[in-house]
């Protein structure tokens, strides 16, 4: 009984504080919804953010958030490649290029370029959501792109595995439109010429 008391009071959860009011008969019962839990992307964003933020604090001597530049950024993202699962063959290696390797090898692993492009794009949003300015925010910068399109180039030709870029939807609609064109516009004439219309008239 003591365990699931402790989980709604580490949870915030409303129902117990209801539950208390309704069995002690002081006060009304909340009629506010119970509030719903931050979605794996919010609650992702939150931890990537708290991570920047220590990472800084750490720092010789530390960083503060009001002074972080895109050189922190480009520092933090070579540091996690210490922790990255991602085998990225170089140069000279046997393997160099190789999708599937017939065997292991002494490369070392690297943060993901997928993996770190995500991460950016949610520090890029938990900058401004934490009171920066979009004018100002490190993680938008010209070198985070460059260096990202580094990383997606390198990794592609090491693992031999070419990077193929999402064509939009819209592009897609858009295409499919023109190429009917032709054949709307066909339709249109010769539905009009038997009614004694001729285009252009």
Known sequence: ????????????????SASASVSGGAGPVDPRPAQQPPSRYESQKRRDWNTFGQYLRNQRPPVALSQCNSNHVLDFLRYLDQFGKTKVHLQGCLFFGQVEPPGPCTCPLRQAWGSLDALIGRLRAAYEENGGLPETNP????????????????????????????KKKRNLIMKNASNNLP?????????????GFEVGS
């Open 1 to 16: 009984m003591s365990s699931s008391k402790g989980k709604d009071i580490t949870q915030g959860s409303p129902k117990f």
């Open 139 to 166: 993680f938008a910068s010209g070198a985070i792109r460059v260096y990202l399109r580094e990383v997606r180039d390198s990794q592609a030709k090491a693992r031999g595995i070419p990077y193929k870029k999402k």
């Open 183 to 195: 054949m709307q516009i066909g339709n249109f004439i010769n539905h009009n010429s038997k009614v």
